[in-house]
């Protein structure tokens, strides 16, 4: 099984940054990709960014520029650093990983861009 934790959300005002942090345990060795998604309120869960096994990112347009995922090996953790932030960028985001075409979800971490 594998085990995910996200942490570092938070209430930011527009122009403000925030890390998050997803912590994989279990089995994750061979894992095909990690990312973010993000869900805000009525709408549909929507992809963000995502990053390969072997170090290819991905980006949804909407963030191009202003967000940057990274990935520590050694501590199981990709990161998601948000800068500029908007007031459309609230949402809850949830990191996935994907292995052997088995998807794990997190539970979540509310971000707020509000002034």
């Known amino acids: 099984q594998v085990q995910l934790v996200e942490s570092g959300g938070g209430l930011v005002q527009p122009g403000g940054s925030l890390r998050l942090s997803c912590a994989a345990s279990?089995?994750?060795?061979?894992?095909?990709?990690m990312g973010w998604y993000r869900q805000a309120p009525g709408k549909q869960r929507e992809l963000v960014s995502t990053?390969?096994?072997?170090?290819?990112?991905n980006y949804a347009d909407s963030v191009k520029g202003r967000f940057t995922i990274s990935r520590d090996n050694a501590k199981n953790t990709v990161y998601l650093q948000m800068n500029s932030l908007k007031p459309e960028d609230t949402a809850v985001y949830s990191c996935?990983?994907?292995?052997?075409?088995?998807?794990?979800w997190g539970q979540g971490t509310q971000v707020t861009v509000s002034s």
């Open positions: 996935k990983l994907v292995r052997n075409s088995r998807q794990y």
């Open positions: 279990g089995s994750i060795f061979g894992f095909n990709y």
């Open positions: 990053i390969t096994s072997g170090g290819i990112t």
